[in-house]
Every structure is written in C-alpha cells, then in structure tokens.
C-alpha cells in the first residue's frame, strides 16, 4: 500500500522526488477529496451535498497545483468550484433546501453493486493497461514540455493565442449559439393563451417585443 | 504604485511571442457567414421594433449572397495561386475546402428562400431563426475547411448545437421538442465518442493537425497501433452519426420528421457537407496511409447505409421518414466514393454532396408547402391528387424524387453513376453492384410518391361552397391571423401563374385544398430544378469542377 | 520554509473568517428559530404527504446558463491576462473581436428581456404614460387610435395584437367591447 502511495506521489510530482512538503501537501489534498467524495454521497441534505463536492473540487484543485498544472487548479476553481456548484445550487434551493434525500431507497435497482463493479473494473483495466500495453504514442506535447521556466499558463496562452488562434476566436459564435439558442427556446410557445391578467390587456404598440418577453414569467 | 506597474510591464516585455500570419482571404466565406449572423443579431436587437422575418429574411439572403461571390472568388484565387495552409495550419485553403463553402453558401441561400414563408405562415417571430442557420451553416464551412482536428470538432459542434436548436423551432408541434431532444442527446453523446477518438490520435501521432498526423504516420511505422486504430474508429463513429450512416442513423428518422421542414432541409445538406468534408480530408487525406484498416470499416457501413436506408424507407408513410431513410441511402452511396479513397471517389462524392443538395432542399421545400399550416401534412395521402390541383408544383416536386431515385438527364443520375464507376475504379464490385440495387428498390419508394400525386383524390364528389376567392386566401392560419396578410403580400408572379393553373375542383376536405407557395419559395423550387435538370442535361461544368477541388485538394 | 509562511497566514485567515461567520450569525440573528410545523405549508396540523409539484418559469434556468456562458469566458481571459504584454497589440485585437462577438450575445439578451424581471415591471414600461387625458384621448380616437387592445383569448407574440379597435375604458378584461364600438 505504502509503494502505491509512493508511486501515486511520485506521479503526482513533476521532478521525481518527493520532498516532504509534496508529500504531506499530497496527503492532506487527497484526504479533502476523499472524504468530500464520500460526502457528496452520504450527505442527507442536497445543500451539504452541494458543498462537500466544492471541498472535493478544491481539494483537486490543489492536486493540480500539485502537478504543476497551474491553469487547470485555477479553472477547477473559477468554472467548477464557482460557476457548476451555483449553478446546482441554484436548482437545489428552486427544488426546496428542506427536502431530505432517504438514501436507503435505490430508485434504480441494483446500481449500488454495479457502481462497485464498474469501478473495480476500470481501475483494473487502467492498471493492467499500465503494465501490459506497449501502444506507440507520438510526441509529448504541441506546447513544448510543461517543464520550463515559464508558467504553464504562460504557455497554454501562447498556444491558444498563436497556434489556436483560429479556433479561439470561432469559439465566440458558439457562444453566441448558445445565448440565442437558450433564448429562442425559452420564449414561451406562441399559441398558448395565459390567463387574462388585470394589469395586461393595455399594451404600447410601439413595443410589441418588450410587451412578448415579458409574458414569459407570468406562470 | 503606477511606476511599479510600469516597471513590471517592461520586464515583462522582453520575450515578444511570434504570432501568426492571418490570410483573412481563406477564412472570408466564413467570416462573412458568421458576421452576417451577428450583424443581424445586432440589429434585431437594436431595432427590434421595426425587425421583422422579412428583414432578417433579407440580411441572410444579403449574407448568403455575399458568401457565395467571396467563395467564387477564392475559387479564381486557388486555381491561379494554388492551394496552401494558412493561419498556423488551422485552415486548408484549397479547391476542397471552397468547393464545400459554395455548396453550403447555395444550401443557406435556398434555406434562407423557403424559411421565409414558412416562419410567416406558421408565425415565428424574430431573427433567431436566421441567426442560428447562418451560424450552423458556418460551422458547415469551417468543417469544410479545417485542418486541424480541433477545428474540425469546433466547426461540428457549431454545426449541430444550432441544428438542435432549430430543430426545436415550432413551438406549436409536439414533435418539433421530442426531435431536438433527441437529436441533442445522441448528437452530444456522439460529439462526446468524436472528441474522445481526437484525443487518442493525438496521444498516438503527438499532434491534432491534419497534414501533421500524416506526415508522422508517412515517417513512422507504428508497430503497436492500438490506440491509434482505437481514435480512427471513435472518428469514424462521430462522423457516422452526422452523416446519418448505419448503425449510427437511429437518431435521423425521428428528428427529419419531427422538425421544421426548412430545418430539416438544411440539416440534411449542409450536416451532410460539412461531415462528409471533414470525413474525406480527414480520412482520404490525414489516414491515407492506414487505408487498409478502415476501408473494409467504411465498406461495411456503406453496405449498410444502403440495404437499411432504401428498404426501410419502402414502408414509411410519412414522407419526412421516408425522406430520412432516403437520405440514409444517399450516406451510403456518398461512402461509395470515401471508401474507394482516390482521386476519382473524392470528385464523386464531392459532385454528389453538391447535387443532393440541390435536390433534398428542393424536396424539403415541396414538403414545407405541401404541409399547410402548423406543418402537420405529411402524410402520402396529402399527396395525392396534388398534379391535378398544382401541376407545377407537382411536377417540380417528380423532377426532384425522380433525380433522386437517379433519373438519367438529372444530376442525380450522375451523381450515382460516378461514385459507382468510382466502386468499380477500385474493384469493389460487390458495393457497386449492391448500391444499384438499392438504387432500384429506393426507386421504388420514391415512384410512389409521384404516383401518389398524379392519382385522384379518394373521395372527390362532395363539392363544398368554397369559391376560388376562399382558395385564395390560403390555409386558415387559425394561430396567426396577423400573419395572413404579410403572406399575402410575400406572393408574386410565380406564385400567381401557380395558383392561376390549377384549376382543380375544391372539395369539403381541407387535405384536397391547393397549398400557397410563397413567391422566394418558388424561386427556391425553381433554382433547384432548374439545376438539377440543366446540369442534368449538361454535366460537364458541375463535374469538371468537382474534379478540379479534388485535384487542388492538399 | 519561507515559502510557505503566506499559506500559512491564509489558512489561519480562512479560519478567522470561517469562525467569525458562525460567531456572527450567532450573535445576530434572531433567537426564534420557526419550527418545521411553523414553516409547513398548512399552519394547521395538515402534514402534506406528497410535495406539491411545483413549476418554475424556464426563465430562472436561462439566467443561470447564461451565466455559465459567460463564466466560461474566464478560461479564456485568464491565459490572455498572463500573457498579454508579449501578445502586445495583436493579443488585444484577438480578445477584443472576441469579446465584442459576445457582448452581441449580450445585448441580444438584454433587449430581449431575458435578464429582466417580473411581469409589473415590464407593463409599466409598456404603457409610458396612461393618463385621464390620454384616456380620453384614446376614446375619441376611436378606431385606429393609437391603442391597441391585446385580446387576452387571442394568440400570444409573433405578430398577434389584433387590430380590433377596441380601447377598453375601465381597465376590466371582462369588459364588453360593444359600447365602445358603437360610440
């Protein structure tokens, strides 16, 4: 258990030799994970749920830093830890914080032993595939290796914003799909007649659209 | 505390990163589609007041006009200068890549014609439907054009995210939701397989660029290729789900019938393109040298996309289904040219992407008018004793089955006729013979639709009070009566030598009333027949110019 | 070990600020905690056995993906911030493009009324100023006076406002219109 642990480590340290320090930094880290993992699931309340997957998040990002891998801890942190968990949030508390989760239930039978199963499955295949496999891969990286003196921040930017130029930028029409696509959506369908409001039968014609939106909200 | 900003700034300023060359001549199709599409966002969102469909109906029009020249343009500038890479290898600009951006500009073009009518009969609103098919039809183009893995998988998902949305437009149809959310949950789970399979080419060639991965796979042999042969094939999955190839076609049945009928048009041509392009370059061009492992992959495929396609369409009633299966067809025939891997498949496939084109949107356009309001009318019944009541009509809609099904002095006889003889270039004898055969038996579905049409109506006798100046008046839009005279308005010439025409007897059946085809609606029919049976009759031009793309293909 | 010290000053702050924040709320807030029966939805000793389902206006899910969307703009601004002084001008024409194609985004959004919220709000804007005179103004307009009356049973947007001429005067939807167009 102990070579495993060392091995993981000695993974999870660029330079090859763990100092005390990456050691310990490891060991907390991993126990944050661990611990908000089993949480998420234990958790009665979906809003401790919520926040023991923010802990899990955190404790990865952590790793990241760990791994050298500055960027990715950061976007761990602003995209999952801040931006997914609200967002969860946000649906946890439209659906009623109060509402205890009974977890001795299984809505979907025989999914606990298949989880088990499936896992034990894919760490096997992942660690036989370790040891076995002999597939050619080709060169390391297309940014150079992450071992340089600058950040490896500074050089995923360089990549995006030379090499990946074109597709950074075309990644903005897809942002751009997704707002009007969202908004196209969720207007209300036109055929369906909501109940006569007091206040909505006086309507500007000069502002036919604002007069639309606003119709959507009215539940 | 500004010094020490400064003092920082310049310490920092040592190493200046060398940043690429951008050739804003390769990427102008492109760029135009996409600005077009947020020009008229800006503007709907500016002056929504005074937005209508017809204006938003204009600046896609404008745009797709616009997108056309600079790619004819481009067209005169590869054949003089030549082809190359441009913007750090991230876009081909070669013959290939322009031919797809004319084929997707015409398909915009045309959909742009036949969604105006549509979205004022079934009254949807607003800009948002052009935004999103500008956008998707430039994710089209950027498939066509990409060089880099990466890029190819941008451009899909450009593609398809606008396409699930606009396959939900119609509020109004149950169906219209239940296709998008379909299509967007199998097509995320396929972009999901796809990225997954570019992941493992890059792990196994070291790089995601196109002429990269082939120049590595030209210098090395690789001895253990299992991962490699691992993300060729989660490619290939990816792209047989866009094309609608089987097995990977479950998903096209319902989302064809289910969405708008402009939609599914243009999903049928320029997903087609896009995929098909992106399909070829990346394996004709980047795995050329693994040809042995996936053409006996793409061959099955092919075999399959042709066997289910034209058999199950045989017993479709609604001919949106029926219009999937067929399309599932022309995916196999399409692959024809794929698998044979040369010169001669490419310049097939590419004429024969340009010609279904031409042919399914003309079709899907029939179909959007033949629906009546609320797009509900798509049964083979609805058909029937349509080339008594609007002979042109129904003679434009028989060209586009006919060429289709492969009819000789149309451009889908060629377009069968060169991706066998393509087969058979390579000595795929049994894929040749079968894809005649299904071209036969397909033949047969969409003959049953013609005879539909130039059979009379079950039941006429009933004639019913309704006077030509009710026929004139259309559909009753009972959803939108603001709508009607907006659509009235919309008619012109064509339309009115349409409708003047028939003279068939109005029965008490709503199915037997004439359907009004908008005037761009028919201009769209028109262009499209119009190129189907011209270059039907005189291949050459079409032909040649497929040929030459492939040539100056990198 | 240096190194180390701020990290250490931060984990000692994340726990000053953890523990005041209970402190805080202790000492602050107010000391009757509602009981489940006082929060229940029938004051009445009526335990609901099932949750009532409940709907929500798809616009609420709309603004959270929207903020999703532009939090994912982040994962690309933070590389640019490192690096942008090695990008000089070319790097700020590239973000520049970029953000002005989202911030079309935006203003769709907002002109849209996506992010605006509640019905009332909305209303007022869309009747400026409904005054006595304007009123009357209305009435004697008549047919085609500049008031367009949205028929409540009628289809809703996509061109729907009728051109009924029919300016209701008492403001009540159950209102017969035949006075009106008799006048």
Redesign the interface.
């Known amino acids: 258990m102990a070579a495993v642990m060392h091995g993981v480590l000695l993974a999870a340290t660029a330079t090859g030799h763990a100092s005390l320090v990456d050691w310990g930094t490891f060991v907390v880290a991993a126990a944050i994970v661990l611990s908000g993992a089993i949480g998420v699931v234990v958790a009665r309340n979906p809003v401790h749920s919520a926040l023991m997957l923010v802990m899990t998040l955190f404790g990865i990002a952590v790793l990241f830093v760990l791994q050298r891998d500055d960027f990715l801890a950061a976007v761990q942190v602003i995209v999952y830890a801040g931006a997914i968990v609200v967002l969860f949030l946000f649906v946890i508390m439209f659906l009623g914080v109060d509402r205890d989760e009974n977890i001795a239930t299984e809505p979907l039978r025989g999914q606990r032993p298949l989880a088990v199963a499936l896992v034990a499955l894919g760490v096997t295949g992942l660690l036989l595939l370790g040891e076995v ?10 940014a150079g290796s992450t071992d340089s003196s600058t950040s490896n921040v500074a050089q995923l930017g ?1 990549s995006v ?7 950074f930028e ?2 903005s ?2 942002l ?3 707002v ?2 969202a ?3 969720a ?1 209300r ?3 369906v007649v909501t109940a006569p409001d007091p206040d909505d039968e006086l309507v500007d014609e ?5 007069a ?1 939106a606003h119709q959507e909200v009215t539940p | 505390m500004s010094t020490l900003l400064f003092a920082a ?1 310049s310490g ?2 040592g ?6 060359h ?1 050739d804003y001549l390769s ?1 102008l199709p492109i760029l135009i589609m ?1 600005g077009g ?2 020009l008229l ?2 503007a ?3 002056f ?2 005074v937005m ?1 469909v017809g204006s938003a109906t204009f600046i896609t029009v404008g745009t797709a006009i616009a997108t056309l020249v600079a790619a004819l343009f481009q067209w005169d500038h590869v054949v003089t200068h030549g082809a190359k890479v441009t ?5 081909a600009y070669d013959g290939f890549s322009v031919f797809i951006q004319i084929v997707v500009a015409i398909a915009m073009l045309l959909t742009a014609l036949i969604a105006d009518g549509y979205l004022k009969r079934e ?4 800009p ?2 052009h ?2 098919a500008m ?1 998707s039809a ?2 089209a183009m ?1 498939m066509g054009s990409a060089n ?1 893995l ?2 190819i998988f ?2 899909l ?2 593609l398809s ?2 396409l ?2 606009l396959a ?2 119609n ?2 149809r149950a169906e219209s939701g239940e296709a998008a959310l379909k299509y967007f949950v199998l097509g995320a789970f396929s972009s999901a397989v796809f990225v997954y399979g570019i992941a493992l080419v ?8 196109l002429p990269q991965i082939a120049d ?1 796979l030209s210098k ?1 042999v ?7 042969l691992a993300g060729l094939a989660l490619l290939l999955v990816g792209f047989g789900f866009k094309i609608a190839a089987v097995p990977f076609h479950m998903w096209s049945p319902d989302v064809y019938q289910g969405s708008p009928s402009p939609v599914t048009g243009l999903m049928a041509a320029i997903a087609k393109a896009g995929a098909f392009a992106a399909l070829l370059r990346v394996f004709v061009s980047s795995f050329g040298t693994l040809r042995a492992d996936w053409q006996p992959i793409v061959w099955g495929i092919a075999i399959l996309s042709l066997v289910v396609g034209a058999f199950a369409a045989l017993v479709q009633k609604d001919i949106k289904r029926m219009m999937a299966y067929s399309s599932i067809n022309h995916a196999g025939f399409i692959l024809l040219g794929v698998q044979a891997a040369t010169v001669r498949g490419v310049s097939a496939s590419l004429y024969y992407l340009f010609a279904y084109m031409f042919m399914v949107i003309g079709t899907f356009a029939v179909i959007t008018v033949v629906a009546r309001d609320g797009d509900s009318g798509h049964q083979l019944t609805d058909y029937r004793g349509l080339g008594k009541r609007q002979p042109l009509l129904a003679l434009a809609f028989a060209v586009l089955l006919l060429a289709q099904a492969g009819a000789p002095f149309t451009t889908g006889f060629l377009a069968k006729f060169t991706v066998v003889a393509a087969a058979v270039d390579i000595h795929s004898y049994a894929l040749a013979v079968i894809a005649m055969a299904s071209a036969a038996v397909a033949a047969f579905f969409y003959l049953r639709v013609v005879v539909a049409m130039y059979s009379p109506v079950g039941a006429v006798g009933d004639l019913s009070d309704l006077d030509a100046g009710e026929l004139d008046a259309g559909p009753i839009s009972v ?5 009607a005279p ?1 659509s009235v308005h919309g008619q012109n010439d064509a339309v009115a030598s349409l409708s003047v025409l028939t003279e068939g007897p109005p029965t008490s059946a709503v199915a037997d009333r004439m359907v009004r085809v908008p005037g761009l609606t028919t201009v769209a029919i028109g262009l499209s027949v119009g190129f189907t049976i011209v270059f039907g009759i005189i291949p050459g031009p079409i032909v040649d110019f497929a040929h030459q793309a492939t040539l100056l293909f990198t | 070990m240096d190194d180390y010290l701020p990290i250490l000053i931060l984990i000692i702050l994340g726990f000053l600020f953890a523990a005041l924040s209970f402190v805080g709320s202790a000492m602050l807030a107010p000391k009757k905690r509602p009981t489940a029966a006082k929060i229940a939805p029938y004051e009445c000793g009526i335990v609901p056995t099932i949750e009532p389902p409940t709907r929500f206006p798809v616009r609420f899910y709309l603004v959270a993906m929207i903020f999703i969307i532009f939090d994912i703009e982040i994962v690309f601004l933070y590389p640019f911030a490192v ?1 942008f ?4 001008s ?2 700020l024409v590239e973000v520049l493009v970029f953000a002005a ?1 989202v911030f ?2 935006f ?2 959004l ?3 009324g996506a992010l605006t919220w509640g019905p009332a709000k909305q209303l007022v804007r869309a009747m400026p100023s409904r005054t006595s005179e304007s009123t009357i103004a209305r009435i004697t307009a008549g047919p085609g006076g500049p008031g367009g009356y949205r028929d409540p049973s ?2 809703g ?7 009924d001429p029919v300016p209701p005067i008492t403001g009540d939807p159950a209102a017969p219109a035949g006075p009106v167009r008799a006048a």
Request: charged residues 10%; proline residues 6%.
């Open positions: 496999s002999k597939w050619t891969t080709g060169a390391l990286s297309v360089t914003y030379t090499t990946y130029l074109f597709p075309v990644t029409a897809l751009v799909i997704a009007v696509g908004v196209a959506l207007r369908p036109p055929a000069s502002a036919p659209a604002a639309d | 700034a920092a300023y190493a200046k990163i060398h940043t690429p951008i990427i996409m599409a947020v966002v800006t709907s969102s500016l929504r007041q209508g913007i750090a290898g991230s876009i009254g949807i609103d607003g948002e439907f935004v999103l956008l430039s994710g950027l880099d990466i890029v941008l451009g998902e450009i995210i606008a699930y949305v939900a437009f509020h109004k890059y792990g196994a060639t070291g790089s995601s660029n590595y090395n690789v001895a253990s290729n299992g991962v490699l959803a939108s009566p603001a709508n907006v | 690096i002084r090695q990008l000089r070319f790097g194609v079309v985004s203003l769709f907002v002109s849209n009628g289809p947007p996509g061109g729907t406002r009728t051109t």
